[in-house]
C-alpha cells in the first residue's frame, strides 16, 4: 500500500492542525493504521493508531485528549486531528500501515512495512 501525507504546516502554540494519510490505488481494509513522528535528534516515536476494520484507536499519552485519529472509508483516507498544539510537538509526522500488525504491536514502529513520506509540523511559542 502507498501512503500519502499532507496538512503539516507552521502554527502557533494553542492552534490546530489535521493531517491527512491516503492510500493511492489502494485500500485500508485489514490495516492498522499510525501516525509516528520524529523529532531532530531524537527517535520515531508513536503517536496514535486505529484499526480500520474496527475504528479502535490508540494513543500516546502526551497527546491524549487533544489529537484524535480518525477514519473516512469512502475516501480511503486517516486523519490525525491536533488540537491545542505545543512546541513540543514539533516534528515531522509520518503515516505507517500494516496488514500484519497485531494489538500487541501496534505502538512498535517496526512493525510496519509501509510508510508516507513524512510532513513537517512545526508549533512555535
Known amino acids: 500500500v502507498q501512503l500519502q501525507a499532507s496538512g503539516g504546516g507552521l502554527v502557533q502554540a494553542g492552534d490546530f492542525l489535521r493531517l491527512s494519510c491516503a492510500t493511492s490505488?489502494?485500500?485500508?481494509?485489514?490495516?492498522?493504521v499510525a501516525w509516528f513522528r520524529q523529532a531532530p535528534g531524537k527517535e520515531r516515536e508513536f503517536v496514535a493508531s486505529i484499526r480500520w476494520n474496527s475504528g479502535f484507536t490508540a494513543y500516546e499519552d502526551s497527546v491524549k485528549g487533544r489529537f484524535t485519529i480518525s477514519r473516512d472509508n469512502a475516501k480511503n483516507t486517516v486523519y490525525l486531528q491536533m488540537n491545542s498544539l505545543k512546541p513540543e510537538d514539533t516534528a515531522v509526522y509520518y503515516c505507517?500501515?500494516?496488514?500484519?500488525?497485531?494489538?500487541?504491536?501496534?505502538?512498535?514502529?517496526?512493525?510496519?512495512?509501509?510508510w508516507g513520506q513524512g510532513t513537517q509540523v512545526t508549533v512555535s511559542s
Open positions: 505507517a500501515a500494516d496488514r500484519s500488525v497485531i494489538t500487541s504491536s501496534q505502538r512498535d514502529r517496526r512493525a510496519y512495512d509501509h
Open positions: 490505488g489502494d485500500t485500508f481494509r485489514g490495516h492498522f
